[in-house]
């Protein structure tokens, strides 16, 4: 019954690679959202989806494309891997209102992603 | 330029004691402030949620104040516990579609025995 979840919790793989991160939320929400944490813990928005379209796009690089098959999956893939894209990934889930509203986020446990 | 700062940085008391984490925002315009917990390994909870017109808010053992003229807030943990050692973000709302939360980096509190 786990309101969001990702997998997988840990992912570790070489530079060049290309990898995918998957995530449902079974709340009904209407909104979904990808985050950035990275080594100092610090929280950044990646992308938000409505209903299956984007709302924003924060400036990270078209190596990152999210895909949204319906409302209740927004999936993160990433192409040619970086060092620098290693870093702690979240998924999270609002019920409406989009990006900012005063609607609660609910996160989900994390992918932790490792580029060698 | 929109900022979230909070302190300390990182705190250290002991089980039973109170504590108070401060966020100062520069976050224009304003919509709402939100505090959130995250503990080790894991996603952030919700703990507390306030617009404009709020001054307090309460979460069991949480209090949330916010004071919207000087930009401030703070989060009150009182009786602490030890499973209250976890990172708190102070997260602030512009309150439009596009960008509009901005994170802090976080206190780290560590509650000991």
């Known amino acids: 019954d786990t309101a969001v979840s990702q997998t997988p919790k840990y992912l570790v793989t070489q530079m060049g690679n290309d990898k995918s991160i998957k995530c449902e939320q079974n709340?009904?929400?209407?909104?979904m959202y990808w985050y950035k944490q990275d080594s100092k813990k610090f929280l950044k928005i990646m992308f938000s989806?409505?209903?299956?379209?984007?709302?924003i796009n924060e400036t990270v690089p078209n190596r990152f494309s999210p895909k949204s098959p319906d409302k209740a999956h927004l999936n993160l893939h990433i192409n040619s891997l970086e060092l620098g894209d290693s870093a702690v990934y979240f998924c999270?889930?609002?019920?409406?209102?989009?990006?900012?509203?005063?609607?609660?986020?609910?996160f989900g446990p994390g992918t932790r992603l490792t580029v060698l | 330029k929109n900022q979230v700062e909070q302190s300390p940085q990182s705190l250290i008391i002991l089980e039973g004691k109170n504590c108070t984490l401060q966020c100062n925002y520069t976050v224009s315009p304003f919509s709402n402030l939100r505090w959130y917990k995250q503990d080790t390994g894991r996603g952030p909870v919700s703990l507390t949620i306030m617009t404009f017109s709020e001054n307090t808010k309460s979460n069991g053992r949480y209090t949330a104040t916010l004071d919207a003229d000087t930009k401030q807030s703070s989060l009150h943990i009182t009786a602490s516990q030890l499973s209250d050692s976890a990172s708190y973000i102070c997260v602030v709302s512009r309150g439009q579609a596009g960008t509009a939360l901005i994170f802090g980096k976080g206190t780290t509190l560590s509650v000991s025995s």
């Open positions: 999270a889930s609002s019920l409406d209102g989009g990006y900012g509203s005063y609607n609660e986020q609910f």
């Open positions: 989806y409505n209903n299956k379209e984007l709302i």
């Open positions: 709340l009904g929400h209407d909104t």
